[in-house]
């Protein structure tokens, strides 16, 4: 009888893990996706000149995501984990009160860039409190059940942000993040102990960025996947930032927009949560190149299909974009596995530096495609085509090595 406690309870505290490591990292997805459906309204309101800036208020969150582990990486190794994500979302809060008062696209900017520093050290800090606890397959198969849990916000952000809309403003979507981020504040400080050893820690130093850079780039398959991943990432986030002018503006899919964001996200999901069950039977690698190559065929028969730059069908586009999501469902935790991996000794400076290369790469990338989906949805998948045929060569490249 005490047998079967002991496992129940083990297999509690599990689940209590996986879902708060998810509401660590959920705090960015709300940030994101909860202000969709009123980009076109705080563009308004903010006295934005072009449809395409709206994008921006997506995109430059991200710059701040790829700067931030940079500080609290290695403030993670020497302080422990727990220290830096609680700076990090008292950040978030204060910059949440920036874009609340913005009246130009500058300030909400700032404000974005600077929530996504604030919102880097929890999602960072996550991942290196999950290799803290485990390494390989099995890291994998976690980030796996963290993901799934995780896309559950997603998939009811635009909605809830729809709501905010109809009954208040655009301002309280971001009150509703700074309440939600308290909770979860709370929830990690009660039941959340620390991982990181005072024995394991490393003292904060200016030299821990290149000991750790010259540590990670020894590593091929490290830079390889990290390199893959930013190009995974950038092609995603043009869809990311382009969702709402593609539903709106081109098929004038406006009060259905946050249905079928919900949709999309679920097809992501759905394959997550096959990669927990397939990645111990199969393996990481395995998983990536069967999902980066048919990331790459969907792509090609798009452009191939669609060439002239009409838009088809809306049931036509999201049948595209649901195997295209399905595929990067695989792609997401396996990557940033099989990057991290190699270098968990340094768990914290690692997530930083690889979490900022891949960032560094992905937003450029998604800024200067999304310039070009102002008509059609064809430049969107021309992208998807290249980001994953470049990905598919450096794969190749690592398998050959």
């Known amino acids: 009888m005490n047998y079967f406690c002991g496992v129940q309870t083990q297999s509690s505290r599990q689940i209590e893990f996986v879902a708060m490591m998810a509401s660590l990292m959920s705090v960015v997805a709300l940030a994101i996706d909860a202000l969709l459906p009123a980009l076109e309204i705080i563009g308004i309101a903010i006295g934005t000149q072009h449809a395409v800036d709206n994008?921006?208020?997506?995109?430059?969150?991200?710059?701040?995501?790829?700067?931030?582990?940079?500080?609290?990486?290695?403030l993670s190794d020497a302080m422990g984990r727990k220290p830096v994500v609680y700076m990090g979302l008292i950040l978030f809060i204060l910059a949440s009160v920036i874009c609340v008062y913005a009246n130009n696209l500058e300030v909400m900017i700032t404000g974005r860039i600077l929530q996504g520093i604030g919102l880097s050290a929890p999602r960072t800090i996550a991942i290196a409190i999950i290799r803290d606890m485990y390494s390989g397959d099995y890291m994998a198969r976690i980030m796996s059940f963290v993901t799934v849990v995780f896309l559950l916000v997603p998939i009811v952000a635009p909605l809830l942000g729809q709501w905010i809309l109809d009954y208040y403003n655009w301002k309280?979507?971001?009150?509703?993040?700074?309440?939600?981020?308290?909770?979860?504040?709370?929830?990690?400080?009660?039941?959340?102990?620390?991982?990181?050893?005072?024995?394991?820690?490393?003292?904060?130093?200016?030299?821990?960025?290149?000991?750790?850079?010259?540590?990670?780039?020894?590593?091929?398959?490290?830079?390889?996947?990290?390199?893959?991943?930013?190009?995974?990432?950038?092609?995603?986030?043009?869809?990311?930032?382009?969702?709402?002018?593609?539903?709106?503006?081109?098929?004038?899919?406006?009060?259905?927009?946050?249905y079928i964001f919900?949709?999309?996200?679920?097809?992501?999901?759905?394959?997550?949560?096959?990669?927990?069950?397939?990645?111990?039977?199969?393996?990481?690698?395995?998983?990536?190149?069967?999902?980066l190559l048919g990331f790459f065929i969907v792509s090609l028969v798009y452009v191939v299909l669609f060439m002239n730059g009409n838009n088809p069908p809306v049931e036509v586009l999201l049948g595209f974009f649901a195997v295209q999501f399905f595929c990067i469902g695989f792609l997401f935790g396996n990557l940033r596995a099989?990057?991290?991996?190699?270098?968990?000794?340094?768990?914290?400076?690692?997530?930083?530096?690889?979490?900022?290369?891949?960032t560094v790469m992905a937003v450029p990338i998604s800024i200067y495609i999304g310039r070009f989906v102002e008509n059609s949805a064809l430049p969107l998948f021309i992208g998807f085509l290249i980001c994953s045929a470049i990905s598919v060569v450096i794969l190749l490249f690592l398998r050959k090595r």
């Open 338 to 358: 099989m990057a991290m991996d190699p270098v968990g000794h340094i768990a914290g400076i690692a997530a930083a530096l690889t979490g900022f290369i891949s």
């Open 172 to 258: 309280w979507i971001f009150y509703m993040q700074v309440l939600f981020t308290v909770l979860v504040a709370l929830w990690f400080w009660r039941r959340q102990p620390e991982t990181l050893a005072v024995s394991n820690r490393i003292p904060f130093s200016h030299k821990i960025f290149l000991d750790g850079f010259r540590e990670i780039i020894r590593h091929r398959r490290t830079m390889g996947y990290t390199y893959i991943s930013g190009f995974v990432v950038g092609s995603f986030l043009v869809y990311l930032s382009g969702s709402q002018h593609i539903f709106h503006e081109q098929y004038g899919l406006i009060e259905e927009f946050p």
């Open 262 to 291: 919900a949709g999309l996200a679920i097809a992501i999901g759905s394959a997550i949560f096959l990669n927990g069950k397939m990645v111990l039977k199969y393996g990481m690698e395995r998983l990536i190149r069967t999902s």
């Open 55 to 74: 994008q921006l208020l997506i995109t430059t969150i991200f710059i701040g995501l790829g700067i931030g582990p940079l500080i609290f990486g290695p």
